[in-house]
């Protein structure tokens, strides 16, 4: 790019800052802002309607599982950071917490009601409030997301008394400005805004202004002599507000800090001391900072962390602020609020709030929405892989499944034993999961999710498993990190694991352990298989083999033998050995051939051939079927030993590269993962000598 063009690019990216600074900063007189309003409602909605329609702004999914309709939320994906706080695995939960919102939208009475986000500790309920809050926080600053506030001028510009002799004077609320309407105006503006309203809601005015706002026009009336639309014309301005929690507008957090030094004016404001002096009086509102979280948050959305952690004058507060709307702050009359109120809190705390007879009145006024931790493979993979991937670990690899197998531990110590005898907890995993198994139903595994009551709410929380496998990084002093050393570094941190009560608890953990190096080995152990057979030439001539045979048993006909010329029977130890990989009994070993014969003669019909890829159960049988041909020739054990010769080498290279081509892996952890199936087969060798 030329000197020239930077310059061009440089002037007019600040245009188009200076653009958006503009269009974010708005600024009319009230009845502007009434134009507004009757032209686009939604600018009107409270802070539940804004939410509501926030989440649904990103778009959604539809899929059924156990035969329900979920819908999926792309919100929670956060589009906003590219995924940086995406929650997965939780879309049912999701779509509670949505449909509270849409309740409190419509005005159907969740609106006043806590919302409380119940679960374990590290199962996302932060960073689901936190989503909320940057969602809104962006919505905010969209044309869609738009909103309004007022502040008080002097049209002099010499410096209003009423203000301290300051020129102008913010709503210290960000109240909306349809607000200043008198109460006995409001019907008649209302049905003229609502004519012919094709939104979802209606434009409704609730409460009146703020303490201070609310003195300074009852002030200017007694100036004009009781003209409002003089003092709206006069002093008031109307200007975009976008909400911003660094700012402290629009966006409030409250962490309860020790109980002796709580204080309920963190809530709702307090005196400033220094201005009593200019006011005289400490009752006068102009000498009260609005700036409690719960004034902060109007318009937007508070967030209580660990709220049942609260001192109990905080949560009389709270009583308030959410049934009735208003707070109360010192030495003034009830103030109105419009928030989404927000806490959250882990289930020790909560059982608390249970046992606790004084504390009926919040129970009541509270919607909890359980976040347990995931039980699904897939989503749990996905919290890890957002941390530990190629592009975030410099300098080093991660073989193949080894996220997964951590992942796998983590979810098998949060699901409750399969009262079924015939299921094992890996395959109740697998279940969840999606997988397939023989005898088992989708049906079934509805009836399995409603049986395990707490499933979800006990086990290992993700940030257990981030911890280790960092450290299994740090600490690894060769490349490429495998699933050894993550399950290593899981079992050897249980016995100082904080949040385990009990020594049994910590003895069933390791035992997991050891059944997910047992599923590993599995995986494994088929991948080399299948690398090894993966020869589609060779699998391509021993399923012809197959079929000439098939076809010649089926037919009571004879093969001929491509060597010697000579016909000869079928080669039933050949079809045999191949149907039993494909677990076909033996006396239904007849009914087989018949059906691929049959298969094979309906595609010759329509003028197609038969391809033994498209049969899943024979490909499988086939490469199995190879694998045990081949394996003997490759002399895979040699490996353990050391003594490879040249012909074996070649061909273990093949294997290698395939491993690397088709599974995922490098040249290390494709030797170490050869190195590993091979001491397996040594190990199986040495059995059968015994």
Same mark, same amino acid.
């Given at each position: ?35 507004? =309003?009757?032209? $686009?409602?939604? @600018? ?16 959604? !999914? ?22 940086? +706080? ?48 940057? /969602?809104?926080? #962006? ?56 004519? /012919? ?29 009781? !003209? ?41 404001? !307090? ?17 009260? $900072? ?21 001192? &109990? ?26 928030? =989404? ?29 359980? @976040? ?72 079934? =595994? ?14 290992? %929380? ?13 600490? %690894? ?15 050897? /941190?249980?016995?100082? #694991?904080?949040?385990?009560? %009990? ?11 050891? &059944? &997910? ?43 001929? $033998? ?66 045990? +041909? ?53 190990? /199986? ?6």
């Amino acid at each position: 790019m030329t000197a020239s063009a930077q310059e061009w690019s440089k002037y007019l990216n600040q245009i188009q800052m200076k653009e958006e600074f503009r269009h974010l900063n708005w600024e009319g007189n009230f009845f502007d802002y009434l134009e507004l =309003v009757k032209k $686009n409602p939604n @600018i009107a909605r409270n802070a539940f309607q804004r939410m509501y329609d926030m989440v649904l702004s990103w778009g959604t !999914d539809n899929f059924v599982e156990y035969k329900k309709e979920i819908t999926r939320y792309k919100f929670f994906d956060d589009p906003i950071d590219g995924g940086k +706080d995406a929650v997965f695995g939780l879309d049912v939960q999701l779509m509670k917490l949505v449909n509270f919102f849409k309740s409190a939208a419509y005005g159907y009475g969740t609106e006043k009601r806590v919302l409380l986000l119940h679960g374990p500790v590290g199962s996302a309920k932060s960073t689901i409030a936190r989503l909320l809050k940057k /969602g809104i926080e #962006h919505y905010s600053r969209t044309d869609t997301g738009a909103l309004y506030t007022f502040k008080w001028i002097d049209p002099t510009g010499k410096g209003e008394v009423l203000f301290g002799g300051a020129t102008e004077m913010m709503s210290p609320m960000h109240e909306d400005p349809l607000k200043l309407i008198p109460e006995e105006m409001r019907a008649q503006v209302l049905a003229e805004i609502n004519k /012919g309203l094709k939104t979802d809601y209606k434009v409704q005015i609730k409460g009146d202004i703020d303490p201070a706002s609310r003195f300074v026009m009852r002030e200017l009336l007694k100036r004009y002599q009781g !003209d409002w639309a003089q003092v709206v014309t006069n002093h008031i301005r109307v200007v975009r507000v976008v909400l911003s929690e660094k700012d402290r507008i629009g966006i409030g957090t409250f962490q309860p800090k020790d109980e002796k030094n709580q204080d309920s004016t963190e809530l709702t404001g !307090d005196i400033n001391y220094r201005k009593i002096a200019e006011y005289g009086s400490d009752s006068d509102p102009r000498a009260f $900072n609005f700036d409690g979280e719960f004034c902060v948050a109007n318009r937007g959305v508070i967030e209580f962390i660990e709220v049942l952690k609260l001192d &109990v004058a905080f949560l009389y507060d709270l009583l308030t602020a959410s049934q009735e709307h208003k707070i109360k702050p010192k030495k003034f009359a009830q103030t109105d609020i419009d928030e =989404v109120i927000i806490g959250h809190t882990n289930e020790p705390e909560f059982r608390k709030l249970q046992n606790n007879e004084f504390m009926e009145a919040l129970r009541d006024r509270t919607v909890k929405i359980d @976040i347990p931790y995931i039980t699904k493979l897939k989503h749990e993979i996905k919290i890890y892989e957002k941390d530990f991937n190629p592009q975030k670990i410099r300098g080093k690899s991660i073989a193949p499944h080894t996220i997964e197998v951590a992942a796998m531990w983590a979810i098998l110590t949060r699901l409750e034993h399969p009262k079924k005898s015939n299921l094992s907890l890996i395959q109740k995993l697998k279940l969840y999961d999606g997988k397939a198994l023989s005898g088992f139903s989708e049906e079934n =595994v509805k009836e399995l999710r409603k049986e395990a009551i707490r499933e979800g709410l006990d086990g290992v %929380s993700p940030r257990y498993v981030q911890d280790k496998i960092s450290n299994a990084i740090v600490k %690894s002093e060769i490349p490429c990190v495998n699933p050894f050393m993550i399950l290593n570094e899981l079992e050897s /941190g249980l016995k100082n #694991h904080g949040l385990i009560a %009990s020594e049994e608890k910590r003895r069933e953990y390791r035992d997991l352990i050891g &059944v &997910v190096k047992q599923e590993y080995e599995d995986i494994v152990k088929n991948e080399v298989q299948r690398a090894i057979s993966a020869d589609e030439d060779a699998i391509a001539k021993l399923c012809g083999n197959y079929i000439d045979n098939v076809k010649a048993y089926t037919q009571r006909e004879k093969v001929r $033998n491509k060597y010697t010329g000579m016909d000869e029977e079928a080669d039933e130890r050949l079809m045999r050995s191949i149907e039993e990989k494909a677990e076909v009994q033996e006396s239904r070993k007849d009914d087989f051939r018949r059906e691929i014969m049959n298969y094979i003669g309906a595609l010759a019909i329509e003028g197609r051939t038969f391809d033994f890829r498209t049969n899943e159960r024979l490909l499988k049988a086939l490469e199995l079927k190879l694998f045990e +041909d081949q394996k003997d020739t490759i002399k895979l054990t040699s490996l353990v030993s050391n003594v490879v010769d040249r012909a074996t080498q070649e061909k273990i290279d093949v294997v290698k590269s395939r491993l690397i081509k088709s599974f995922g892996y490098d040249e290390i952890s494709a030797t170490d993962v050869l190195n590993f199936v091979a001491s397996i087969f040594a190990r /199986g060798d040495v059995k059968k000598r015994d």
